[in-house]
Each structure stands twice: as C-alpha cells, then as structure tokens.
C-alpha cells in the first residue's frame, strides 16, 4: 500500500453556533491548507451526516466534480473504514486527492436525544423499543455491568477513565474540559445515573465539530510540505445492530477488526507506540483496549499504552461520529515531538456494532 | 403471516415462541426468514421453557419510574432483550423465568422474574 495522510484539521469545536455545512467547510478547507493542496484539485470525497446525498451534496457546495467518493453509513466507525476505501481508490487509480471529513452542530442544534432514533420496520423496532432502551447507552451499560461482574471491579474502577481523560484534555486548548480543572473518581460516581452503572460523566461529551483529513499517494506526499502519514493497515468488523444479537458483550468486533488491520501491515501490539479508540463511554476505552492486545481480559484499566491523547469523546470533543477526530489526533501524535512513529486508529459505531482499524505510520 | 406476526400472536396465549431449524437443530430469536446457522428456510416455532439467566442488565434512570432493562440467555441459547421485574437485587447470571405483562389489544409482553421467587 503506498497511500498516505498529508493533510489534517479539525473545524471550530464546541458550541459554535454554525450550521453543517459551514463547519464541514472549515474542516476541509483547514485539512487542504495544512497539506498544501488547493481545492481545485480534490477528486475524492468521503462524508456523511449532511444529507441524503452527503458526498455528493459537499461535492457541490465546494464546487467540485469528484471522480470517487463514499458516503457509507456505519456510525463512528466509518471513517477509519473511508481511509480504508481511499487508499483501494487511490491505489487503483480512480482518484488522486480525497478529502475524508464530518462535521456536527448537535450541540448548538440540541439535536441528540437520549432515547436515541428506533427505525420503523427493523426488528429493533418490533421486539426491543418495547423495553425503551435508551440508544446507545444501555447497551454500554449492561456492557459494563457483565465487565464489573466478570472481573470483580466496581464503578469507582471505572470512573478512573474519566479521571485519566479530563486530566488529559487539560494539556489541549481545543478541549471542551479544558480548563475546567481536574475530575476526580468522587465527581463522576456523584454525577446523575443515567443508565446503571454507567452515569453522566461515563459518558462522551455531546458538542459541535469535527474535522478533515486529506489523503494521496505516498509518491506525491513526499513533495508536499507534511510527514506524510503512511497507511499501513486496515481491518474492519460488523457484528449487530441488536441489543440482543451478540452472544457476549465483553466481545467485540474490534478484535477482529484490529486482526486484520495488524496482519496487513505486518505488526503487532507491541509495535505501537500509540492509540485512539473511540471513548464513546468509560466502558469503551478498558474494554478496546483489550480486544485490540494491549491488555490482557480484565487488564485493560492498567494499560499502560499512550492513548486517546487529546483527552478523547469523553473530554475534548465529541460531535456525534468522533472517527474522523480520531484520525486527525493519530496525525497530530506522529507528526509532533512525541516521537512516536506508529499510531492504532479504532473507530466503533452505534452499539459497538461496526468497528475499524487502521494502522498509520512516519518515517522518523 | 410473517415470523414477526406469528410470534407476537402467540403471546396473546401467553407463549414465547422461538425459531427452530430442523436441519442445524438451532433456535433463533428474533424470528426471520432465514436460519442464520446454515442460511435454510424451513423453519418452524416451537414453545419456550421459559427459563434463563440474566446475562446482564442496566437500571434506568431517565424515567418517573426506573426500569431494568435486561439481556436475558435463554435456556435453548438465544438471547431476549427484556425487562427484569420485581427483582430487587438484580445480578448477572442470577436464574430467572418467564412472565408476562399485558399490551394494549390483547398481546403480551414477555418479562421475566426471579426464578426462586416461590411463585
Ligand atoms: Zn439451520
């Protein structure tokens, strides 16, 4: 594979008080101008969350006349599965520039709803919105209850999650939480139940934003201003969209997902110097980071790996579908001084119901 | 009749009924036009025990009343989205057995309660 990242940027984060389509704008236009490539050369979109027609719809408010584009629906996680499609097109030569982005205004529209969204005609819709789960936190609940069952911890284990990521986020001005000073393990326990065991503070934020990245062969990257961005890997899982299908909830797709991802670029756990995982609630992060082997079952609350380094869904930013965010903080670790040379990307959607990975490297 | 209509019928008699594939010898819940264990058609219901465990649960909070929402393993294996009712110390893999609430128009609900309630 000889496909890299060479652009990335978030939009204005927050309660910005913009529509969509301004902050999807200002995401690409940052991501095009961080990587040195004018507009008039993208050829390749992958968004969704605008419209009916979302790739096709930015298409034409940028102007552009894309050779390729994918608007695929599988929530958080489909934009590490973009990357995945971006690099086939761009191998392929169907493309040479794509421009994967998303942006929210969910916050200043007050759009989320607690209850989540039931599709007519599902089978969800017939034999589980009886029950009124809330969508999706009561699936990461009860996820969370077999966990603290399973391995004999309590909420107080879990709440360190939150603690780690406020204290995180307090190192990023672009944090939602930052500034706002340190959580302990009594706040989070205190906070409002929402569905037990998991409350308020176990579960991400609900702002605007978003954010861009821009992707071309490694062949052109090396002529542009960035360290490019190597996509070395990618696998991806799809594996319910029912409470009820899985047979266990302590086991996810983002094992097989992060399998292939790790077979493809022909590394292991140990060679990674640093992960994001999609942190949509304190469950998510000990729980991922299991399934992807940096802990072993039961373990995950004391890996020991670099990860969600910005201070993630839970603490910096979290407009609704976070993969794309997720990426763009990946970028930022390995261009920064941290040193790391190897980054894992996991996306997870809905109710851990998609998963993708994807494996990013530099040349340090 | 489609498997969605069969199986919310049956609960006016108060059955819970499953998917059975003669072939893989399987049940399935929710019941469909395919056997997901080896993609046949010829499926037929068949009556639950009506016993399980509790694989896990979540009380929720967001309501007037709070409610526990329960994922309940059956003892022929599928797994039931329900709820957990009156159970006031509910704990994954606590044994628990079949009850019904009523719906509006005659059709039930199935929901399950302690299995050593003396009930
Ligand atoms: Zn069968």
């Known amino acids: 594979m000889s496909v890299a990242i060479v652009g990335a940027a978030e939009c204005d984060l927050g309660q910005t008080g913009k529509s969509v389509l301004e902050l999807q704008t200002q995401a690409v236009t940052r991501a095009l101008a961080d990587a040195g490539i004018p507009l008039s050369e993208v050829d390749g979109i992958a968004t969704n969350g605008i419209s009916r027609f979302s790739a096709t719809q930015l298409a034409d408010y940028l102007g552009l006349q894309p050779s390729w584009s994918d608007s695929s629906f599988a929530g958080g996680a489909v934009f590490e599965m973009y990357v995945a499609r971006a690099a086939q097109a761009i191998d392929a030569g169907q493309c040479r520039t794509v421009v994967i982005s998303f942006a929210s205004n969910q916050r200043s529209a007050r759009s989320r709803k607690l209850a989540g969204v039931v599709e007519e005609g599902t089978p969800e819709a017939a034999f589980e919105a009886p029950y009124q789960p809330l969508y999706p936190i009561s699936y990461y609940a009860m996820t969370a209850q077999r966990y603290l069952h399973t391995y004999g911890l309590t909420r107080a284990d879990l709440a360190s999650v939150a603690v780690a990521a406020r204290a995180r986020a307090q190192l990023n001005p672009a944090a939602w939480t930052y500034g706002k000073g340190p959580l302990t393990v009594d706040d989070v326990l205190a906070a409002p139940m929402i569905s037990t065991p998991l409350g308020a503070l176990d579960c991400c934020l609900v702002t605007d934003g978003g954010g861009a990245i821009v992707l071309t062969s490694a062949a052109r990257a090396r002529h542009l201003p960035q360290t490019p961005v190597k996509v070395l890997g990618y696998g991806e899982a799809l594996t319910h969209t029912g409470m009820a299908t899985a047979p266990d909830l302590l086991h996810t797709g983002a094992g097989a997902a992060a399998a292939r991802a790790f077979s493809q670029a022909a590394l292991g756990p140990a060679d990674i110097d640093v992960v994001q995982l999609y942190d949509s609630f304190t469950i998510s992060v000990p729980l991922g980071l299991e399934a992807l082997g940096f802990a072993k079952p039961g373990e995950g609350l004391h890996a020991t790996i670099p990860h969600n380094t910005g201070g993630g869904g839970l603490a910096y930013c979290h407009p609704g579908q976070f993969g794309v965010l997720l990426l763009v903080e990946a970028v930022r670790q390995l261009r920064g001084d941290s040193g790391a040379r190897t980054a894992l990307v996991h996306g997870t959607g809905g109710i851990f119901s998609s998963h993708a990975t994807v494996i990013l490297g530099v040349d340090r | ?119």
């Open chain 2, 1 to 119: 009749m489609t498997p969605e209509e069969t199986w919310w019928e049956a609960t006016r008699d108060q059955l819970l009924l499953l998917q059975f594939c003669p072939a893989c010898r399987r049940y399935q819940h929710y019941p469909r036009f395919v056997c997901t264990g080896c993609g046949g058609h010829d499926l037929e219901f068949r009556a639950a025990a009506g016993t399980g465990v509790i694989g896990s649960f979540t009380v929720v909070h967001r309501a007037e009343t709070p409610y526990i929402l329960g994922r309940v393993r059956l003892t022929e294996g599928p797994v039931l989205l329900t709820h957990l009712v009156d159970l006031p110390d509910p704990h994954c893999d606590l044994p628990v057995r079949l009850a019904w609430r009523a719906q509006p128009g005659g059709r039930h609900l199935p929901v399950f309660r302690s299995a050593d309630d003396g009930l």
